[in-house]
């Protein structure tokens, strides 16, 4: 009788490169989108940094203003604000998806589910500009 | 499946968050970031900025951004960072980072409110 090597089951791990993510477009696009949430978090901060000032008096808030107008940081929040338009495009279209019935069984076309989340990203757009500019 | 029992509250913060930023935070940046500092539009100065936050509602304002916000880039943060650089074995301890930094983010939120 033919006997044959016992050999352990190992887990089946599939490899891949630490640098998948720059493998394919969609997956650069994606990680991209994902890592728009830093921006989300800077800019709180941010704005944080800036009550923090208003409430230590005129000095602490003209230094604030001072450094919001270092080359550098107007460089950043202009990245910040494409990533953040990323993330507020990219939500709109995604989120919507999940609540819309089907029609047909077909989904609905994406900027029809979008629109309304457009719209109130414009009204609330003008309403905080009108408080900000209005102050 | 009793871990999933509380998927759809982190969902509802989580997707609520990402619409409150995503609505409100451009304009943030478009103005006190971008067009203030280059000086395309008159920065409103310190008083006129000081009243408009401390109106009660601009206050209350302050604090729901900052917590819907801080915790939707939690969140998104954990699960992203897991896939990026494949720490699915420190998932737990990166989201105990992550949701205290957002918890701390939203209490500062809540002092700088009480005292503007």
């Known amino acids: 009788m033919a006997s044959f090597p016992q050999s352990q089951p190992r887990e089946y791990r599939p490899s891949f490169s630490n640098w998948w993510w720059l493998g394919r ?12 949430s830093v921006f989300v978090a800077y800019f709180l901060v941010v704005t944080l940094e800036q009550v923090c000032a208003l409430a230590r008096g005129p000095e602490a808030y003209a230094s604030f ?10 460089l950043l929040n202009i990245i910040a604000l494409a990533f953040l338009v990323l993330h507020t495009v990219t939500w709109s279209k995604l989120v919507p998806k999940a609540f819309y019935p089907r029609r047909h069984g077909h989904p609905l076309p994406e900027m029809t589910t979008a629109l ?9 757009t003008i309403v905080v500009a009108a408080f900000i500019l209005g102050a | 499946m009793t871990k999933r029992a509380n998927e759809p509250a982190v969902w509802f913060l989580f997707g609520t ?3 409150i930023a995503g609505y409100l935070l451009p304009v943030h940046i478009l103005f ?4 203030f500092p280059l000086g395309i539009f008159t920065d409103p100065g310190y008083e006129a900025t000081l009243h408009l936050f401390e109106h009660p509602l601009a206050r209350l304002y302050l604090v729901v951004l900052c917590f819907f916000g801080f ?20 998932e737990t301890q990166l989201g105990l980072v992550l949701y205290s930094l957002a918890l701390i983010g939203t209490v500062y939120a809540i002092y700088l409110a009480s005292i503007v």
Request: aromatic share 16%; glycine share 6%; proline share 3%.
């Open chain 1, 25 to 36: 477009r969609n997956y650069l696009i994606f990680i991209l989108r994902e890592f728009s």
């Open chain 1, 65 to 74: 203003q001072a450094h919001m107008r270092h080359p550098l940081m107007i």
């Open chain 2, 71 to 90: 915790f939707h880039a939690a969140h998104r943060l954990r699960l992203t960072l897991v896939d990026f650089l494949r720490i699915k074995h420190l």
């Open chain 2, 32 to 35: 006190f970031g971008i067009l």
């Open chain 2, 17 to 19: 968050g990402g619409f």
């Open chain 1, 116 to 124: 309304p989340s457009y719209i109130l990203w414009a009204i609330a």
